[in-house]
């Protein structure tokens, strides 16, 4: 691309201001602005214009899951399945870690965290250690495929490398990138991370599938007839990963996906529920619920609206590649991005200033026409670590792993 055919092709989609430096910047940062220029996908800007879209309408109801009691009642049934498959090495995990960890602000991958108190507990450990209880037990490894972005491949697979994988063998280990979107101001203007270059944010956690197509892994998938992807989020540090119990009743229930949920505390939580629409399993953020909706009761007493998603799935493979080329919806999340103003000055905000265009990959289960939502304990597999302090904050994980016996 030349500096002409992006400068019409910026005009035409009211973009100019990227090139607003243009006359100080050297050749090789000219070259490098006009590439990253041809590589973006511009077109997810359209979505800054149409937010509130998202949900689709159509007739909401809730689902039907399996509760702990019934869970309990058919344990051994279910984990003797999982176990098998897991044995005939049809399970792999996708650790997806290409988040930013803005609210935590720690400055690394999130999975590099220390959570430890008395001794260094990395995330990443942590949830190793948690899959090493089921290779144990089942006797078999589990190939794991980490997810990062632009932002932190390199830190990540050194931090992996740094502490040998963390007693896991590394030809399980996988890692690939996923893709980056620009960031915009209000007014929909993107912007420049350093004066040549865009501000470009990971996509969001729901191209996780199609990245690693991008990257050769499914042909990974393929050669070692992996059947089901356990995808889940680096954030949670009791995460129970490729547990056989959950595994075995996805497979018997004969759903295309399966979903790790809680029962909500109250009607207010800030979770996203899992819940029917048009027949077919869907998920909703807890700010498009109505009032009504999130207070809705069943005959027993519980929510009708009871199942939070903690961001454990598990998707089954032919059905998830037969739907991979499927659009899913882009969400514009705030958030606060580092940029330069119209000056040249870096600007580091203290609060959000900005908006990401991002898929998410509660979107790909509606997509999977069946999902079995699993209830599991909240106080044993949920203690996400959004924040430095408060609510879902490194104490309340630190308090949760404690309970669970985890010396920290
Ligand atoms: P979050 O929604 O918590 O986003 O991610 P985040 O970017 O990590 O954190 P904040 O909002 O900036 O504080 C949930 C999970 O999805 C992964 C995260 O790494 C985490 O495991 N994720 C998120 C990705 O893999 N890629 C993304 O683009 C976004």
Not at 42 to 69: M, W
Not at 79 to 102: C, D, E, F, P
Not at 134 to 139: A, E, I, K, Q
Request: glycine letters at 8%.
């Amino acid at each position: 691309m030349t500096y002409h055919q992006a400068k019409e092709y910026l005009q035409s989609i009211s973009q100019e201001q990227i090139l607003r430096f243009w006359d100080d910047l050297g050749e090789a940062e000219r070259a490098s602005l006009l590439q990253q220029i041809e590589d973006t996908d511009f077109s997810v800007l359209e979505n800054f214009y149409h937010r509130e879209k998202l949900d689709g309408g159509g007739h909401t109801e809730p689902i039907q899951g399996l509760r702990l009691a019934d869970i309990r009642a058919r344990r051994e049934e279910f984990a003797s399945v999982g176990r098998a498959a897991l044995r005939a090495g049809k399970v792999g995990a996708v650790l997806l870690a290409g988040g930013q960890g803005t609210r935590l602000g720690f400055d690394g991958p999130k999975g590099a965290f220390n959570i430890g108190v008395s001794k260094p507990l990395y995330i990443f450990e942590q949830q190793v250690k948690n899959l090493l209880e089921v290779v144990r037990d089942v006797g078999a490894f589990v190939p794991l495929y980490i997810m990062t972005s632009d932002l932190n491949h390199d830190a990540t697979v050194n931090f992996w490398q740094a502490h040998d994988y963390f007693s896991y063998p590394a030809e399980y280990v996988r890692f690939f990138k996923q893709e980056m979107a620009p960031a915009v101001d209000g007014q929909g203007k993107v912007l420049l991370a350093e004066k040549g270059s865009l501000a470009l944010s990971p996509n969001g956690n729901g191209g996780w599938l199609s990245s690693m197509r991008r990257s050769g892994l499914l042909q990974d998938v393929a050669a070692r007839g992996i059947e089901w992807l356990n995808a889940y989020a680096v954030d949670n540090v009791l995460q129970r990963i490729a547990d056989p119990v959950f595994l075995g009743a996805t497979i018997v229930s004969g759903c295309n996906c399966g979903a790790k949920v809680v029962c909500k505390s109250d009607p207010h939580e800030r979770v996203g529920v899992l819940c029917l629409q048009d027949g077919k399993p869907n998920i909703i953020e807890y700010y498009e619920m109505s009032e009504e909706m999130a207070k809705q009761r069943d005959e027993r007493g519980d929510l009708a609206y009871l199942y939070g998603v903690i961001l454990n799935y598990l998707f089954n493979v032919p059905k998830a590649l037969s739907v991979l080329d499927k659009k899913i919806p882009v969400h514009v999340v705030e958030k606060k991005v580092p940029y330069v103003d119209e000056r040249g000055e870096k600007v580091t905000p203290a609060a959000p200033n900005a908006f990401k265009f991002e898929t998410l990959i509660l979107d790909m289960v509606r997509l999977m026409d069946t999902c079995l939502p699993f209830e599991v304990e909240r106080e044993r597999e949920f203690a996400p670590v959004k924040n430095a302090v408060g609510t879902d904050s490194v104490e309340t994980a630190r308090a949760l792993l404690q309970k669970n016996g985890v010396c920290l």
